[in-house]
């Protein structure tokens, strides 16, 4: 394994593609379950790499495994349970002081595609720390791979003001000074994690505090992302003919008329619905001249093939508006932000759709329809975003996988800024969440799997 990736793994940077959760699996999942010999093979190689650079004398052995596999393309995904034995260590050479034998339960993921494995997470902790549900983990669950070394004595004070202020920023209230302890917890330990990002991005982003800060991984994953996108294609949709142009060296629909302020998905999962209406909105204007804001909620009601909140798929989308007749207008058939009945009217619909399109993975020719056609659908891995705050991202790309797109958002345009090509990107997050509701990432390198999912409505 390269050194920079075992760098990676110490920091507990590397993402987890399918967290361990008490809800059911989600389909091509198997459901939590005593080892089997499938699990065998992996939880092997996770233990090498954890065992990987130690002494002769303290490596740990593999204890009692259990797992599920999620399956996509080439490769399988493991997301294991484990307990190592780590035994005694008496050698004044290796230790300090003797230590007796410690059991440790440790998460992994691991990645096997084609034979070949590759660890993706690795999170161990002692069994009888409080990491007992993944929904009830206390403040030092989660530092043991992040800190390695003792945090100055001022942190906690410094860590109590910047917490502060972010609660009077935000307006967050807590129901109860426990809570209000734990949020403070999570809040350190994301400001922490914040700054590991910082370290190894390899752009100009910068990030910190926002209003997502007092989540952990998994409720932000949860109530934000859609996990629907890596799990499978969805309808499949005709290849668009390419645009044979030479892109100009920079574009911006913002600037041209075809773009509508920047929305807010609020706490469900509905990202997917957003990135289409963008789309449509830009392709209406640019066959009609009209710019409408377009309903989600429609889309959260009324297409049934995808999941409202809990996540759906832009060609399904796509699809829906076909099926149903149109899109009604954001006034019209305004956004809740939760599912609810279907009041879709075929005589209030204000734009319609002929077909759809999926676009070139090559980023050249993905700028150069940009540029002529109008905005793209796309779907990215949100990494980092939960505390980006500007800048242009570029996580290294174990970190930010094109495996794990977990996001829906629509490209609006792309540049440079001081020589770092970027595409600018409109999310549906609110203003008040990176650069005014904008999100810039790094063009050209495939960075976060931008060039993966694209996809337009098309109009006549």
Known sequence: MAPWLQLLL??????????????????????????????????????????????????????????????????????????????????????QLPVSKKTLLCSFEVLDELGKHMLLRRDCGPVDTKTTDDKNETFSSFLPLLNKDPLPQDFSVKMASIFKDFVTTYNRTYDSQEEASWRMSVFANNMVRAQKIQALDRGTAQYGVTKFSDLTEEEFRTIYLNPLLKDAPGRNMRLAQPVTDVPPPQWDWRNKGAVTDVKDQGMCGSCWAFSVTGNVEGQWFLKRGTLLSLSEQELLDCDKTDKACLGGLPSNAYSAIRTLG???????????????????????????????????????????????????????????????????????????????????????????????????????????????????????????????????????
Not at 366 to 395: C, D, E, T
């Open 10 to 95: 110490l920091l507990g940077l590397l993402p987890a593609a399918a967290p361990a959760s008490s809800k059911p699996p989600a389909a091509g999942a198997q459901a939590w379950e005593l080892a089997s010999p499938e699990l065998r093979e992996p939880a092997r190689f996770a233990l090498e790499m954890y065992n990987r650079g130690r002494a002769a004398g303290t490596r740990a052995a593999l204890g009692a495994v259990r797992g599920r596999v999620r399956r996509a393309g080439r490769g399988s995904l493991y997301s294991l349970k484990a307990t190592l034995v780590e035994p005694p260590c008496n050698d004044p050479t290796v230790c």
């Open 326 to 460: 149109g899109l009604e207008t954001e006034d019209d058939y305004s956004y809740r932000g939760h599912l609810q009945t279907c009041s879709f009217s075929a005589e209030d619909a204000k734009v319609y759709i002929n077909d759809s399109v999926e676009l070139s993975k090559n980023e050249q020719k993905l700028a150069a329809w940009l540029a002529k056609k109008g905005p793209i659908s796309v779907a990215i891995n949100a990494f980092g975003m939960q505390f980006y705050r500007h800048g242009i991202s570029h996580p290294l790309r174990p970190l930010c996988s094109p495996w794990l797109i977990d996001h829906a958002v629509l490209l609006v345009g792309y540049g440079n800024r001081s020589a770092t090509p970027f595409w600018a990107i409109k999310n549906s997050w609110g203003t008040n969440w990176g650069e005014e509701g904008y999100y810039y990432l790094h063009r050209g390198s495939g960075a976060c799997g931008v060039n993966i999912m694209a996809s337009s409505a098309v109009i006549n």
